[in-house]
């Protein structure tokens, strides 16, 4: 390298590290004004501060004794949302519930109508029947899970719905 080269090396280094502190320098400029203007205005924007609002309700908490009516889960378009309806029969727990495995014989389980399927089961008695389909069970073709996987359903339902399956085959 020629000296007149390696100094117009060292020139040209010296700007380039000028340029750059000078664009770190605007660079932290910049974010200090927009901390100063933006967050504050966006802050008070009608629309940001609705969306926000909109964010909080899902986090909002019942108190006791107080009025919780705004915590009410709508439907949009404002209509009351249907809760989860418990089934109420052993037909209406095999549609919701036992048939997402028993119609098809998901996972190994026993298809509902199918004799050759049950007629070994149904040997066993129906209170071991009962007593699986509400505890549930492990045999040698899959997992059937406690009441269905449904827990909130009582007893009297689950066997509802094992009278129903067996009045199938
Ligand atoms: C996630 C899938 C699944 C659901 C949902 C399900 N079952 Fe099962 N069920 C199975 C499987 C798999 C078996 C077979 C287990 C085995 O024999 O290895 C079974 C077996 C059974 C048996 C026979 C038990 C025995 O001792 O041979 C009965 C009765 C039964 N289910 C009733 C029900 C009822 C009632 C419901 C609804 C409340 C239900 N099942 C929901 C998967 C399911």
């Not at 380039?16 to 802050?43: D, M, W, Y």
């Not at 949009?76 to 089934?87: D, F, M, R, S």
């Not at 199918?114 to 070994?120: I, R």
Request: glycine residues 12%; proline residues 4%.
């Amino acid at each position: 390298m020629s000296a007149q080269d390696s100094k117009f090396f060292n020139v040209f280094s010296l700007v380039l590290g000028i340029l750059i502190i000078i664009t770190l320098i605007l660079f932290a400029l910049a974010r200090l004004v927009g901390e100063n203007t933006q967050r504050v205005h966006v802050k008070s924007e009608p629309k940001y501060v609705a969306a926000v609002e909109g964010h909080l309700t899902t986090a909002r908490v019942a108190i006791a004794g107080q009025d919780n009516s705004a915590l009410t889960i709508r439907a949009v378009g404002g209509a009351e949302a249907p809760a989860l309806a418990l089934p109420t029969d052993g037909p209406s727990v095999y549609a919701t519930v036992c048939g997402a495995c028993h119609t098809n014989g998901i996972g190994g389980a026993p298809r509902s109508g199918d004799g050759g399927a049950w007629a070994p089961r149904v040997a066993q008695g129906k209170a071991t029947l009962y007593k699986h389909s509400i505890e549930g069970f492990q045999g040698s073709a899959g997992v059937m899970p406690a009441r269905g996987g449904r827990s909130d359903l009582s007893d009297e339902l689950v066997k509802a719905a094992v009278d129903h399956m067996l009045e199938q085959i």
